[in-house]
């Protein structure tokens, strides 16, 4: 089992900045991947936004490429999203997940993570 914790979502005014955090724990030895989705109420669960690779490897989604940075702390076993030039429609829960799956293809699919945390919520306001 794979454990995932959320931090860091908040209240932001557009133009602003937040960094989310997702600490990963238990038996992390085969995952390949983390990811980072979110869920605006109404609206399906959308992403992943950006992919952070066991190999050092990243993939940014069109919507948050070059606004969103993703990174990783291989000492604290934590991967890092900072946001930059947040807006309004950036508002939703984010969720990090992990993937076993190798191959990019499947890194890409939704459905081919296997563990989830609980979500934290970003809410870009004026």
């Known amino acids: 089992q794979v454990q995932l914790v959320e931090s860091g979502g908040g209240s932001v005014q557009p133009g602003g900045s937040l960094r989310l955090s997702c600490a990963v724990s238990?038996?992390?030895?085969?995952?390949?991947?983390i990811g980072w989705f979110r869920q605006a109420i109404g609206k399906e669960r959308e992403g992943p936004l950006c992919?952070?690779?066991?190999?050092?490897?990243?993939y940014y989604a069109d919507s948050v490429k070059g606004r969103f940075t993703i990174s990783k702390d291989n000492a604290k076993n934590t991967v890092h999203l900072q946001m930059n030039s947040l807006k309004p429609e950036d508002t939703a829960v984010y969720y990090c997940?992990?993937?076993?799956?190798?191959?990019?293809?499947?890194?890409?699919?939704?459905?081919?993570?296997?563990?989830w945390g609980q979500g934290t919520q970003v809410t870009v306001s004026s």
């Open positions: 238990g038996f992390t030895e085969d995952v390949s991947a």
């Open positions: 992919i952070s690779g066991s190999d050092g490897s990243t």
């Open positions: 997940a992990a993937t076993t799956r190798s191959s990019w293809a499947l890194k890409l699919d939704r459905s081919r993570y296997d563990y």
